[in-house]
Structures are given as structure tokens and as C-alpha cells.
Nanobody, 121 residues
């Protein structure tokens, strides 16, 4: 199983970016998908998650600015980021709780490789 994230880059404050992440491999089912971020010198923190039914959850710091969505048919999760500010600068990681065909009785959290978002002031 792999998670491939894309869409990071350099943007000015007030700008927007859209991150994408697609899962591939021998996947039986996918539960919660989401995004986390890690800024230099800080711990990884939750940004947003979304259930397979489409219910989102956001960190207070991004509410009203970011929107998480998913496409279950494509096994993908997205993060639309608006009104970006320098404090949003971080490596963004996608995650997914996945059950594989090899072991349909348990689920495991998988992580993408991270994509860097840099917001300049």
C-alpha cells in the first residue's frame, strides 16, 4: 500500500493551494483519511480528517480556511487551502486507515511521503 501526495509549493500569504493524495495497492477498504503537518522544530499536528461517509474534522487553526474532501472511487483525499499565512508553512502528510486484502480483519494507518508548503509574507 502506498499513499502518494502532491500539490505543495511556494505561495504568497493570502493565496491558495490544493493538496491531493491517492492510495494504491491491495486495498480492501479505507476508513478515515486526513492531513497532518509538521513545521520546522515542531511536532506533527492534525490539520483535517474526513470519514468514509464524508464527515470532516478540522483543527481550530484552519477552520474556515481549509476544506478537506475525498473521492472514494479514486481512493483519494484532497485539502483545499485558502487564505494561507506564513504559520501554515510546513510539510503536509496525508494519512489513511486502510484494511488490506491480505488481512481483512484489521486496519492500519498509512502515511504519505509529505509535501512541502511554503507561505511567504
Amino acid at each position: 500500500v502506498q499513499l502518494q501526495a502532491s500539490g505543495g509549493g511556494l505561495v504568497q500569504a493570502g493565496g491558495s493551494l490544493r493538496l491531493s493524495c491517492a492510495a494504491s495497492g491491495s486495498i480492501f477498504s479505507i476508513g478515515v483519511m486526513g492531513w497532518y503537518r509538521q513545521a520546522p522544530g515542531k511536532q506533527r499536528e492534525l490539520v483535517a480528517t474526513i470519514t468514509n461517509g464524508g464527515r470532516p474534522n478540522y483543527a481550530d487553526s484552519v477552520k474556515g480556511r481549509f476544506a478537506v474532501s475525498r473521492d472514494n472511487a479514486k481512493k483519494a483525499v484532497y485539502l483545499q487551502m485558502n487564505s494561507l499565512n506564513p504559520e501554515d508553512t510546513a510539510v503536509y502528510y496525508c494519512s489513511a486507515t486502510i484494511t488490506t486484502w491480505r488481512d481483512t480483519g484489521s486496519a492500519q494507518i498509512y502515511w504519505g511521503q509529505g509535501t512541502l508548503v511554503t507561505v511567504s509574507s
